[in-house]
């Protein structure tokens, strides 16, 4: 069974950092390319970011770039999401997902097969 846990997300001030993680079990880590999203209230889901099977190519949403960062522990089935610099603008619930073995790195939702529950990012102004 596979299973994409998230951690990390909470409160925070505009200005501030977070760092997210999602632990992944019952899969081929190094199988799966994995992205980050988010979905504000009244809003569809987002692409964030992602990163690829072995963390050597990254992908960003323009509304992040320079300010979070992707990352991946492969030895501990572990995908990282910094966040630095947070707007007000930032606050969702953010979601790790897995795309096995894609050529490349993708954005659409569509494309990936699992997903974990997700955390919520608040940040205040």
């Known amino acids: 069974q596979v299973q994409l846990v998230e951690s990390g997300g909470g409160l925070v001030q505009a200005g501030g950092s977070l760092s997210l993680s999602c632990a992944a079990s019952?899969?081929?880590?190094?199988?799966?390319?994995m992205g980050w999203f988010r979905q504000a209230p009244g809003k569809e889901r987002e692409f964030v970011a992602a990163?690829?099977?072995?963390?050597?190519?990254?992908r960003y949403a323009d509304s992040v770039k320079g300010r979070f960062t992707a990352s991946r522990d492969n030895a501990k089935n572990t995908v990282y999401l910094q966040m630095n610099s947070l707007k007000p603008e930032d606050t969702a619930v953010y979601y790790c997902?897995?795309?096995?073995?894609?050529?490349?790195?993708?954005?659409?939702?569509?494309?990936?097969?699992?997903w974990g529950q997700g955390t919520q990012v608040t940040v205040s102004s």
């Open positions: 019952g899969l081929t880590f190094t199988n799966y390319a």
């Open positions: 990163i690829s099977r072995r963390g050597d190519s990254t």
């Open positions: 997902a897995a795309d096995y073995l894609p050529g490349l790195i993708r954005t659409g939702g569509s494309s990936y097969e699992y």
